[in-house]
């Protein structure tokens, strides 16, 4: 039963599956729709709360049910190490609700990623940041498990969608682009904006660079190709977060 149910989440758009602790902490968190929290005989989750977060224990302790250590083991492709698995409905956002949702802060456009573990790491930074979206295109889910467990669940923190198509709207489109303007002190980052990145090797296509109104480069040591997408993500947020601050 509880392996058909978790095997089938995974196909299924209206559901996620959380692996491991800290996903499912910051799912709780986050007030997330946990439907079920399942966890091994031979998890520690009294010392995990206890250690790391002893304010869910309460939701953690009322929800978790114990499966012997055969069904456990069959419920997620690689077993996490922590001992505890969950199932959570995905919050319902299109992608022009997600652009309305927070005015005053940047949206983050990931365009066109196809690793998983950066998705889910630029998810991590930008919910840090208080950034008002994350928005993807491409084929590969935000919300895959792989993704969950990069962003160790905050998917939960700020909406977070896919899209075919950038819905117009009247946010400031900012391309980050190699031959862009040098981020400085004085460069522009406006809140009501939407910052582009694209994959590390190809970079942003032609009609986003076409669409943007500006285009912001990182500055780096020469001969140095890239940032990680997450490293780059988190340079431009924390800049613009600093801004607010002075």
């Given at each position: 039963?509880y392996?058909?149910r978790f095997?089938g989440?995974r196909?299924d758009?209206?559901l996620?599956?959380l692996?491991g602790?800290?996903?499912?902490k910051?799912?709780?968190r986050?007030?997330?729709?946990?439907?079920e929290?399942?966890?091994?005989?031979?998890?520690?989750?009294?010392?995990?709360?206890?250690?790391?977060?002893?304010?869910i224990?309460?939701v953690l302790?009322n929800?978790?049910?114990?499966?012997s250590?055969?069904?456990?083991n069959?419920?997620?492709p690689i077993?996490p190490?922590?001992?505890?698995i969950?199932?959570?409905?995905?919050?319902?956002?299109?992608?022009?609700?997600?652009?309305?949702?927070r005015p005053?802060a940047?949206v983050i456009l990931l365009e066109n990623?196809r690793?998983?573990?950066?998705?889910?790491?630029?998810i991590?930074?930008?919910?840090?940041?208080?950034a008002g979206?994350v928005?993807?295109?491409?084929?590969?889910?935000?919300?895959h498990?792989a993704a969950?467990?990069?962003?160790?669940?905050?998917q939960?923190?700020l909406?977070?969608?896919?899209?075919d198509?950038?819905?117009?709207?009247?946010?400031?489109m900012?391309?980050?682009?190699?031959q862009?303007?040098p981020?400085?002190l004085n460069?522009a980052?406006?809140?009501n904006s939407i910052?582009?990145?694209?994959?590390e090797?190809?970079?942003?296509?032609?009609?986003?660079?076409?669409?943007?109104?500006?285009h912001?480069?990182?500055?780096?040591?020469?001969?140095?190709?890239s940032?990680?997408?997450?490293t780059a993500v988190?340079?431009?947020?924390?800049a613009w977060?600093?801004?607010l601050?002075?």
């Open positions: 039963m392996i058909d095997r989440a196909q758009p209206q996620v599956v692996e602790f800290h996903t499912i910051h799912a709780i986050f007030k997330a729709e946990l439907l929290i399942l966890g091994s005989p031979e998890t520690d989750i009294e010392h995990l709360i206890a250690s790391h977060a002893p304010d224990g309460e302790a929800k978790l049910q114990l499966v250590l055969d069904t456990f069959k419920l997620s077993t190490p922590t001992g505890v969950a199932l959570a409905r995905r919050p319902r956002i299109t992608p022009n609700q997600l652009l309305n949702h005053y940047p990623l690793n998983l573990l950066n998705i889910g790491a630029a991590r930074v930008a919910a840090a940041a208080e979206g928005l993807t295109t491409g084929t590969q889910d935000p919300w498990p969950a467990i990069a962003a160790a669940g905050l939960f923190a909406p977070v969608t896919r899209t198509t950038v819905p117009v709207s009247n946010r400031v900012i391309a980050i682009d190699p862009g303007q981020l400085g460069t980052l406006p809140s910052i582009a990145f694209g994959a090797r190809v970079g942003l296509s032609e009609n986003i660079l076409k669409k943007a109104d500006y912001i480069s990182i500055p780096m040591k020469p001969g140095v190709s940032l990680n997408l997450a988190s340079v431009i947020l924390y977060r600093l801004r601050d002075r």
